[in-house]
């Protein structure tokens, strides 16, 4: 592809739903990152994925979230029993193996709970 | 804390100024990153400098740094209202699985 897609680019939920947040990478990046950025704040990193390592998971705020990459490609973050503070918008990032590589970010979904 | 902190946190200049950011950071690091943002969504890659460099340029983009005192500027040079936007460093640790992160941010604005 182009570049890295996510989807859906709006997501408005109810308090106490489920959601899921996709990411299709850049072909070939065996880097994936999520990241949160609420309102005129900064990056707050989530999860990442670097090939068949174990994820770092170190960023997720609760249990509530997870995600998985299937097949080293396309990425899903699920945020289970949304609540209002997780209203913000949700960008991945791909990138090549090793150091010294440039992330190439999505549009990210902007997720509203209401 | 934030690995990498930029100031000021907001700037406001003149079109045809130059605009200075600096980023701090606390650890050691293999690469150093500056990345803008436009209307709060995907973030754009400008320039990525190694902790061999010191210096590096890209068009009106000039970056430093001293990893003595862990620190990092990005000078825009004559600076555009189309350069307004959030300017974000972000360290690479040692390490080829270590992951980015990201400072808070400037909110740069240039005045017409």
């Known amino acids: 592809g182009a570049g890295v897609s996510q989807s859906p680019s709006n997501k408005v939920t109810e308090k106490g739903k489920d959601v899921e947040l996709r990411c299709d990478p850049i072909?070939?990046?065996?880097?994936l990152y999520w990241y949160r950025q609420s309102l005129g704040q900064g990056l707050e990193f989530l999860i990442y994925?670097?090939?068949?390592?174990?994820?770092?998971k170190s960023g997720l705020p609760s249990d509530r979230f997870s995600a998985e990459r299937t097949g080293g490609s396309v990425s899903t973050l699920t945020i289970q029993r949304t609540q209002q503070e997780d209203s913000a918008v949700y960008l991945c990032?791909?990138?090549?193996?090793?150091?010294?590589?440039?992330?190439?970010f999505g549009q990210g979904t902007r997720l509203t709970v209401v | 804390s934030q690995q990498g902190e930029e100031d000021p946190q907001a700037l406001s200049i003149q079109e045809g100024e130059n605009a200075t950011m600096n980023c701090s950071y606390k650890?050691?690091?293999?690469?150093l990153q500056w990345y803008r943002q436009n209307s709060g969504r995907g973030l754009v890659h400008l320039i990525l400098?190694?902790?061999?460099?010191r210096e590096k340029h890209s068009g009106r983009l000039r970056v430093t740094l001293d990893t003595s005192k862990k620190s990092s500027s990005l000078l825009i040079t004559a600076s555009r209202a189309a350069d307004t936007a959030s300017y974000f460093c972000?360290?690479?640790?040692?390490?080829?699985?270590?992951?980015?992160?990201f400072g808070k941010g400037i909110t740069l604005s240039v005045r017409p």
């Open positions: 650890t050691s690091i293999n690469n």
């Open positions: 972000a360290t690479g640790l040692p390490g080829a699985n270590s992951k980015l992160t």
């Open positions: 994925f670097q090939g068949n390592s174990a994820p770092d």
């Open positions: 400098i190694r902790s061999n460099e």
């Open positions: 990032a791909s990138s090549l193996w090793g150091q010294n590589t440039e992330a190439f």
């Open positions: 072909s070939g990046h065996t880097a």
